[in-house]
């Protein structure tokens, strides 16, 4: 209303009497509202409100008060706590976007079948002593559809491999982990998976004496045993892979490929001390 007085006082020439009195408010309030100025708190949290929605519309909604406050207060050398950020993102109406929930999927016939090692004991002192591992199905063009194969590090989070493929197969799953291996010697981590037919494989099973590495499965129906991959297939996806709508598989890959870059590097966690995977690898 003042906003609309002082427009038409000075675009207009209308009188501010006549035009306070019309919104029927004293001329004293509205002298008052002239000359007030925000106070350096006030501009300080307007400062920080755009550069939320600068951030927000950047990572296009996939932020919530928490990672907001980790790369925000990270980018501005700031220490501003979660109750700042999350009245900030309320007050301007911004969520992050919601998760699926994970479609389930048949069991198929078992061969090597392993235990449960892992036992939801998803705590490692160091780099390559505990993975996890799992395939996810990504949809493209008129219900085609990819399939994801990934294996995370549970000492950091990071995806120390990925394989994208027009095929669930076992050589899906064994390419994964001959990526995995790249570049690595004289490690043998507990490798969890479920107990899907590329796990319980003959195949996977000489992998394993191969490279030497303990395997662990999760027991039937149990999704939560594997936790860690599941958890990053849920953030993928929300942050990601749910926001877009893909013709190819290329569009898809090449979603994938950007995403896990950004997972890798740029997605600080307050669980690694406000580190992203890749540095808090770097720092053990």
């Not at 896990?260 to 669980?271: D, F, G, K, Q």
Request: hydrophobic share 30%; proline share 2%; net charge positive.
């Amino acid at each position: 209303m003042y906003q609309a007085i002082q427009e038409l006082h000075i675009e207009k020439g209308y009188a501010i009497l006549a035009l306070c009195k019309l919104a029927n408010i004293a001329r004293s309030a509205y002298y008052k509202w002239l000359k007030w100025k925000p106070s350096n708190r006030e501009l300080e949290r307007l400062s920080l409100a755009k550069e939320v929605k600068l951030r927000y519309d950047k990572r296009k909604g996939i932020l919530g008060y928490r990672q907001m406050r980790i790369q925000l207060n990270r980018k501005l050398k700031k220490t501003y706590n979660k109750k700042r950020y999350y009245g900030i993102m309320r007050a301007l109406g911004l969520k992050a976007v919601i998760r699926r929930k994970r479609p389930s999927y048949v069991r198929a016939t078992e061969t090597h079948v392993a235990e449960n090692v892992m036992n939801r004991d998803f705590q490692a002192a160091a780099p390559n002593l505990k993975w996890c591992t799992d395939v996810t199905e990504l949809k493209y063009g008129n219900g085609r559809k990819s399939y994801l194969s990934a294996i995370i590090d549970v000492h950091d989070n990071s995806v120390v491999s990925w394989v994208l493929s027009h095929s669930n197969n076992n050589k899906l799953v064994m390419d994964t982990v001959k990526k995995a291996y790249r570049g690595k010697r004289g490690i043998t981590p507990l490798l969890h998976s479920d107990r899907g037919f590329q796990y319980t494989s003959h195949e996977y099973n000489r992998l394993k004496v191969k490279y030497g590495f303990t395997t662990s499965m999760s027991r039937v129906s149990r999704c939560l045993d594997n936790q860690p991959i599941e958890r990053f297939w849920g953030t993928f996806k929300a942050e990601s892979f749910y926001l877009k709508k893909y013709n190819t598989y290329d569009e898809v890959l090449e979603d994938v490929r950007n995403y896990i870059r950004y997972y890798n590097n740029y997605r600080y966690t307050e669980r690694l001390n406000g580190l992203s995977p890749h540095e808090y690898r770097r720092a053990a």
